[in-house]
Structure formats: structure tokens, C-alpha cells
């Protein structure tokens, strides 16, 4: 099985900053993706890590440590729109994968 | 189609009916996802397809679930003798392959047992 945690809520400034953390126990670990998920809305894919290291793209950059089962999504510039739920998934075998349960970040003025 | 297709995308039953969710992935993707989600709450996985067959529909949390899939393409979800824990939204995903790749959700259906 696999257990996926992350933090519930988070707060931040516009323009701040932040990082969301993502530790993990899976078998058959095969990549690491992070989703975005405005309320009522579908998730939408950010980002996806199969190999130790960062991954940048824009103000967004996921970080993956394969041996400490740790990832964080890291937001830069935030942005009034970037509040949303964000959702740590494991990608397990030939499969999709299996999510936590997200964690709710509030982006104020 | 241009994205995941769901229907319908909101449903009210009652108590002891059975429903039929709908799910028409992206044209091409081979393959589908079955999530749940409530309120609140993180995505639980229900079901996995690969065309036409559910390698893993170890998700389903009892034996008044089922889905198939047809033509490997159009998905029903189908919940027999719905109960008020049935309550959620479903949403299904497909990707081109399956092995690791971004996955394209669609709306959801919305489903409220009353």
C-alpha cells in the first residue's frame, strides 16, 4: 500500500513565496506528480518527477528526493488566483496515481 | 473529443435506486480512471483501465460498484442499490498511455443520494 502526506492548509501572501511538502511510503515507486484543483473544478496536471532533483517551470518547481520519499511544489510570485488545493499523487507501477488529500492553500492580499 | 467528457454532471437518487455514470475520455487515450472524491477530501481511487480491461479495480469499495468500458473509449460507472455514503463526486481521467503520464480529468458527476 501507500501512504501519502501532506500539510491540510497553508496560508500566504500575494507575491510571497511558498512551499508545499509531500513525504510519502509506497512500493513499486515509479514518478511523482503534482496537481492543481480549484473548487468545483477538475485537477489540472502541474508536474511530474520520476528522478532525484528539481524540476522548474514558470513560478512553479517540484522537487523530488527519491531516497527520503519527500517532494514539495514550490509557488513563487504568488498570485491571488493560486489559491486552490494542491495534490500530492505517487505514481505506482504502470499506473496512474494514487493521491493524498491535498493541501488547501489561501493566497491573501 | 477536446477534453474528458462526463454525464450526467449532476445527479439526485434516491436511497436504494441505481445509477449510471458516464465517462468519454480523450480520443485516443487508452487509458481510464475511475476516482471519488468527497467533500473535502483527497481523490480515492475506484477503478483502472487499460482499453477495455480493468487490471486494477481494487478501489471499489464494494460489490454494488462496477464499470466497464467499451470499444476502449466510453466508460460507465454503475452503483447498484445507491446509499447515502454514496454521495460524492466522481470524476474520471484518461491518459495516452498510462504509464506515468499527465492524466486529463473531467468535471465530474456530482451525485447525491437522498
Known amino acids: 500500500g501507500q501512504n501519502i502526506d501532506q500539510p491540510t492548509e497553508m496560508t500566504a501572501t500575494e507575491g510571497a513565496i511558498v512551499q508545499i511538502n509531500c513525504t510519502y511510503q509506497?512500493?513499486?515507486?515509479?514518478?511523482l506528480f503534482w496537481y492543481q484543483q480549484h473548487a468545483g473544478e477538475a485537477p489540472t496536471f502541474l508536474s511530474y518527477?520520476?528522478?532525484?532533483g528539481l524540476e522548474e517551470k514558470g513560478r512553479f518547481s517540484s522537487f523530488l528526493s527519491r531516497s527520503k520519499g519527500y517532494s514539495y511544489l514550490l509557488l513563487k510570485e504568488l498570485q491571488m488566483k493560486d489559491s486552490a488545493s494542491y495534490l500530492c499523487?505517487?505514481?505506482?507501477?504502470?499506473?496512474?496515481?494514487?493521491f493524498g488529500r491535498g493541501t488547501s492553500l489561501i493566497v491573501h492580499p | 473529443g477536446a477534453g474528458v467528457s462526463q454525464s450526467p454532471s449532476n445527479k439526485v437518487t434516491e436511497k436504494g435506486k441505481d445509477v449510471e455514470l458516464r465517462c468519454d475520455p480523450i480520443?485516443?487515450?487508452?487509458?481510464l480512471y475511475w476516482y471519488r472524491q468527497s467533500l473535502g477530501q483527497g481523490l480515492e481511487f475506484l477503478i483502472y483501465?487499460?482499453?477495455?480491461?480493468?487490471?486494477?479495480k481494487s478501489g471499489l469499495p464494494s460489490d454494488r460498484f462496477s464499470a466497464e468500458r467499451t470499444g476502449g473509449s466510453v466508460s460507465t460507472l454503475t452503483i447498484q442499490r445507491t446509499q447515502q455514503e454514496d454521495s460524492a463526486v466522481y470524476l474520471c481521467?484518461?491518459?495516452?498511455?498510462?504509464?506515468?503520464?499527465?492524466?486529463?480529468f473531467g468535471q465530474g458527476t456530482r451525485l447525491t443520494v437522498v
Open positions: 481521467a484518461s491518459s495516452s498511455t498510462g504509464y506515468n503520464t499527465e492524466a486529463f
Open positions: 509506497t512500493s513499486g515507486f515509479n514518478g
Open positions: 518527477n520520476v528522478l532525484d
Open positions: 499523487a505517487v505514481g505506482r507501477g504502470s499506473y496512474i496515481p494514487t
Open positions: 480520443s485516443g487515450h487508452t487509458a
Open positions: 483501465f487499460q482499453g477495455n480491461s480493468a487490471p486494477d
